[in-house]
């Protein structure tokens, strides 16, 4: 063989090399965008790297694999779906311990389930696994809720942090814990002296025209001073 034709051989072979070394990596790349979906992009933003990104899910994907996941009884589903209903029923007449006591309720899920909850950071690389739709939606309930302990809240906005709540809930549940009912909207000032005098009940969302576009959660109403 010529030295013409050796270079050419080997300039072949190390083409192919590359080729099969790149596919590889797309295939590694599609399935951590598919596992993590918007967490893989939110990954690379952070880290400001591609790679590192990649190597951290790749990390947190071996982290997962080692936990020792539980799935629910039917008997814990039941249970929490009823606590789920009391913490929307609460929220009539106290939202802000409503959420408060949804953010217990959830950590307490993540627990049964078979995840670690002492670091809030672990607790999202963990859950990003298997629960990355929802991860957002956490997110966000858990900023809500340190706003709200820190009393940066108005009504509206713990009215969502409970429907971002309900969304990771649902996921871990592996159900809508209380189908398609919604959570009564607060109470305003007038509807709490129509309550005392028994003229009639307390209104939920259902009885308003202003409902929610989230499901499961009513849209506050505006107290007197809104008007």
């Known amino acids: 063989m010529s030295a013409t034709a050796t270079i050419v051989l080997i300039v072949v072979v190390l083409l192919v090399l590359a080729a099969i070394v790149l596919g590889v ?19 690379v933003a952070d880290t400001g790297n591609r790679t590192e990104a990649e190597r951290e899910l790749h990390e947190r994907t071996k982290r997962h694999a080692q936990l020792e996941l539980r799935p629910l009884s039917g008997e814990s589903r039941a249970k929490y779906a009823t606590a789920w209903e009391e913490v929307q029923i609460r929220f009539v007449d106290n939202p802000k311990e409503a959420v408060s006591t949804a953010d217990e309720l959830v950590t307490a899920l993540i627990a049964e389930r078979g995840y670690p909850t002492g670091d809030y950071d672990e607790r999202l690389a963990n859950l990003s696994v298997e629960h990355a739709a929802t991860l957002e939606h956490y997110r966000a309930a858990h900023e809500i809720s340190r706003r709200s302990r820190n009393g940066e809240t108005e009504t509206e906005d713990l009215r969502q942090a409970l429907v971002h ?20 909207a607060p109470r305003p000032a007038a509807d709490d ?33 809104s008007r």
């Open 25 to 43: 990596r797309a295939m590694r790349r599609r399935k951590l965008q598919q596992t993590f979906g918007p967490e893989y992009d939110r990954v």
């Open 165 to 184: 709540y309900r969304a990771l809930f649902a996921d871990l549940l592996g159900e809508d814990p209380v189908g398609h009912a919604s959570t009564p």
């Open 193 to 225: 002296h129509t309550a005392i005098s028994g003229d009639a009940p307390a209104r939920t969302v259902n009885d308003t025209e202003d409902t929610a576009t989230e499901p499961g959660v009513a849209r506050s109403r505006p107290d007197a001073t």
